[in-house]
C-alpha cells in the first residue's frame, strides 16, 4: 500500500525540500500539497486517508496555533509534524500541547527531518535535539485559574470540554442543538472569564491544569449557586 503525506507549507521552495526529505525516507510515496489551511482541509476530505501530515505553523489567514487546532479538528486520529521556524520552547510546548505528533526545525539538514519523519511514523515523539519545556507556572497561577474555570456556567463549561477537543463553533452548536451565534458568545465569554485573547490560549491554558478534577469541582460549584 503506497504511504502517503500532505505538505501544508505556503513556501514552494520548502515544499520542495520536504518533498525531497520525504523521498529520501519513503521512495515512491504519494506526496499532496497544499498552500493554505483551507487546501489542507479540502485535501483531508478525501476518503483515502494520508498517514502523515507535514504543517508550518506560520500560514495565510491563520493566527497562533488555530491552523494546526483546525486541521486536528477535521481529522483528529491525523499524526501532524510540525515543520517549523520558530524554535522558542513556549511555542513547542504549546504545539505539543495542542496535539502536534512531533515538532522540528525548518533549519536542519536534510537527513536529519528525514529521520525525524520515519520517527514519527513509527509512533514516536520528535523534538528539537536540547528542547527543555518551558518551566510550569507556580501552584498559585494554577489555583487562580482553577478558579475561573468554577466561574463558567454549566453550558459554557461543555463548550470548553469541545473546544478543548479541537470542535469548531459550527460542530459545537449541533452538539449541543443551539445556534452557532450562541456558541460564539459563549466562547467569548469563556475567553474573558479565563483572561485569555484567543481559543487557542484557552486550551493552552487549561491543558496546564487536570482538566477533569478541576471540571468534577466546578459542576458542583454549579450546583451550589442560587
Known sequence: MTVRFLIVDDHPLFREALQLAIQSAYPGAEIVEASSIAAAREALADEQPFDLLLLDLSMPGTRGFD????LRAARPKQPILVVSAHEDPRIIHEAMTCGAAGYISKSVKKRDLSEAIQDVM???VVLPKGYTPPAANG????TDLAARVASLTRQQ???LQMVR???LNKQIAHELGVGETTIKAHVSEIMRKLNVVSRTQAVIEVARLDFDSVLASAYKENDRRP
Open 122 to 124: 513509527a509512533g514516536l
Open 139 to 142: 501552584p498559585s497561577q494554577e
Open 67 to 70: 491552523g494546526l487546532i483546525e
Open 157 to 159: 463549561l461543555r463548550v
Open 165 to 167: 477537543q479541537g470542535m
